[in-house]
């Protein structure tokens, strides 16, 4: 039986968690999927956030073990967090978000909550795991590049007067559906594993394995090409905002997998401790995520829709093709990532397709990575600081 003051320290953690989903929700994540169809006049505000809620709450419940088992455990080798480097760890992390949303800095969640563990979990005696922080530096660092330049491609495409719409939209919207094939959910594989459709549906095929997985990955992407193609010859402008409604919806699913291992993911050395299986945990992450955007997001929402009205539905679709394809990239190699990485860069690139150099601003840009940089360098010395002074008390 525990002992009440382990009792007290571990529903602590437990509040720091549920703050940091709930500034995860109202957030960037909750914020922006939805934003270009708002922009666009495709849903109001209040039915965007209450439809990012409920898909980031699914998508944390059914992708959110890979990131929360990476950050919880797979960042600091021969050493299992205590329930006083999570608290340190959250309380770190929450704390410069606070500071950011304050003075209007831009913290990256992703980036105060890796180095505030990194920090602790070496404060504490563990080793460096060289190759996990190879893989998360090489994406973030990768991020803007290919986030970027697939948005400027895409929308360079889409704006291009030699590319017909009743082609261009529908074969995206076909890409796409190539990516949703592949992804891995909870829900269709064995108990205890992630299965993508392709994979699930090669199983009823008299195929091999590799060709079924081919065989079934093609007929999703030609199915969805061509109810775009029916729908687009029939109503152009309704179609671009429906398929902007589609994209929101993937990248709202792909934020909740991929962001709340941010917020649960330091509570996972504890879990054994108190025997609460993963999927517990991740209902609780998921819930925050979804109080969050219920509560905070339509706000943000309202702010980033007028930002996203000036791109308009097609480089606003531009930018959130790459940006769901990296959050599942993350999902699958349970990489902590950056949703205001992502998304940035995204709007950068399809920005400078139409309006060059001319509609970016430097200094803001500068500022942008610079607080970007600066949010893991800070958490990782506030959080190894703080751990070295009270953690050994």
Known sequence: MLEPTTILTLLVAAGASAFMAWTIGAGSSGATPFAPAVGANAISILRAAFVVGILGFIGAVTQGANVSEAVGSGLVANVSLTPMAVILALLTAAGLMLVGIQT?????????????????????????????????????????????????????????????????IPLVAGVVGVVVANVN??????????????????????????????????????????????????????????????LGSLVAFSAGGSQVGLA?????????????????????????????????????????????????????????????????????????????????????GSGLAVGGSAGVSRSKLLRTVGAWIGSFVLAFSVGYGAFALLGRM
Do not use: C
């Open 104 to 168: 209007g800095i831009p913290i990256a969640t992703a980036f105060t909550v890796t180095g505030s563990v990194i920090g602790i979990g070496l404060a504490l005696g563990g080793d460096p795991v060289w190759s996990k922080y190879l893989v998360v530096g090489g994406m973030w660092v990768l991020t803007p590049f290919v986030g970027g330049g697939v948005a400027y491609g895409l929308a360079r495409t889409l704006a291009h007067e030699d590319v017909p719409e009743e082609f261009s």
């Open 185 to 246: 959910f909870s829900f269709l594989g064995p108990a205890g594993t992630s299965q993508s459709p392709s994979v699930a549906g090669a199983t009823h095929l008299p195929l091999s394995p590799l060709l079924g997985r081919i065989a079934v990955t093609l007929g999703i992407g030609v199915l969805v090409t061509g109810v775009v193609v029916w729908y687009i010859r029939r109503d152009e402008e309704a179609t671009l905002r429906g398929v902007l409604l589609g």
């Open 264 to 348: 649960v993911g330091p509570l996972v050395p504890l879990l054994d401790v108190v025997d609460i299986p993963m999927w517990a945990v991740l209902v609780g992450g998921g819930l925050g995520l979804l109080v969050g955007s219920w509560t905070g997001a339509p706000r943000m929402i309202q702010s980033l829709s007028q930002e996203y009205s000036s791109l308009g539905p097609r480089r606003s679709i531009s930018a959130l093709v790459p940006s769901f394809a990296i959050a599942q990239a993350a999902v699958l190699l349970g990489v902590p990532v950056s949703f205001n990485e992502i998304i940035v860069s995204a709007i950068i």
